[in-house]
């Protein structure tokens, strides 16, 4: 599909839209961009429990530009929206809304924060071995990157929920990449990671309030050469993280995915290319603030 925007209209009205969305950074990331370009725009969090999803949808339609989608509304989002980009599709879920005169369209931005993310570590190479933790909806946009974009040699996904894994095997088989799945209490998973080259952590283990929290055992080792992507933006040095660069990993925070995904609903939006050096050290700014004040 390609992208329409609404650039030519003066004032917009944007925001996020989840439950809770009090903490969300995206506020901050539009705001930025709209001082930095001289735009009028408006951008707010809209908190939105899933019972009252459906019922807002026409207020959504009649005054907003286009808005971001958040837990725990990514997946059910679709069934209101009038039509979705094929890659949302295929992921099973939205994080931008743009609407387009009345018709609102879905797409998945979070895929180019992932492949922005990995690009550093990836290169050219499809010859890579992937541990995956988590099994919700952000792991599916990066299972897309892994199996379809890049199609790397195998993932090994790595959950609580079997039939999470399973779900997640059905839906992605088929590409290039061999699937496996293992449980987090298995000793496999210790295996699985010495042999791998890329570590990713799609579960909310160690964000913020719960800091000190790691999705790893500090039993478990990481080897020479392996990069670790924490897809965890708040803290942006998760405890995963400096485990990983203290024994010489690679390290990917989640800030860059946020960034990433942002410039591109930012060009869906407005049709302008998002600032990302000042709105990258705005965030940063505001998130050494509160780590500041709430240190370890
Ligand atoms: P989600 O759909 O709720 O998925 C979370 C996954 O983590 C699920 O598989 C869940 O398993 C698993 N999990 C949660 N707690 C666990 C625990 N204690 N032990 C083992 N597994 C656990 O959430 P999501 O939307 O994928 O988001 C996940 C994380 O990614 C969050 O920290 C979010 O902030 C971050 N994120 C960052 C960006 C970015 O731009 N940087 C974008 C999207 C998401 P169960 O189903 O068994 O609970």
């Known amino acids: 599909m390609s992208p329409q925007t609404n650039a030519h209209r003066p004032e917009r009205s944007f925001a996020i839209i989840g439950h809770p969305v009090g903490h969300s950074l995206s506020p901050l990331l539009y705001e930025t961009a709209f001082r930095q370009l001289g735009l009028p725009h408006t951008y707010e969090r809209i908190d939105v429990p899933s019972d009252l999803l459906a019922a807002r949808i026409p207020e959504f339609r009649a005054t907003l530009a286009g808005f971001n989608v958040t837990i725990p509304h990514k997946h059910s989002i679709i069934q209101f929206l009038d039509a979705v980009s094929e890659e949302a599709q295929s992921v099973g879920a939205v994080n931008t809304v743009v609407n387009k005169d009345g018709r609102l369209v879905g797409y998945n931005t979070d895929i180019d924060g992932i492949i922005a993310s990995l690009k550093p570590v990836v ?6 071995y992937a541990v ?13 990157v892994l199996t379809r ?3 790397i040699s195998s993932v090994t996904i790595v959950a609580r929920s079997a039939s999470q894994m399973k779900q997640l095997v059905r839906d992605f088989d088929g590409a290039q990449t061999r699937l496996i799945t293992i449980p987090f209490s298995s000793a496999a998973l210790s295996e699985a990671i010495r042999s791998s080259s890329i570590l990713i952590n799609t579960t909310p283990i160690g964000m ?3 800091i000190l929290d790691c999705p790893l055992d500090a039993t478990i080792q990481f080897p020479e050469g392996l990069a670790v992507f924490d897809l965890i933006y708040r803290p942006m040095r ?13 390290t990917i925070g989640g800030l860059e995915m946020l960034l990433h995904q942002g410039k591109r ?7 302008k290319e998002l600032p990302l050096d000042s709105v990258r050290d705005q965030l940063v700014r505001s998130l050494s603030a509160e780590e500041a ?3 370890q």
Request: glycine fraction near 12%; charge should be positive.
């Open 123 to 128: 290169g050219s190479t499809r010859r890579m």
């Open 132 to 144: 995956l933790l988590g099994a919700g909806g952000s792991a599916r946009a990066v299972l897309h």
């Open 293 to 295: 004040s709430h240190p």
């Open 238 to 250: 998760t405890v995963l993280l400096q485990r990983a660069s203290a024994a010489g990993c690679a």
């Open 265 to 271: 609903a930012f060009e869906l939006y407005t049709g």
């Open 149 to 151: 974009i890049l199609q």
């Open 208 to 210: 913020h309030p719960h």
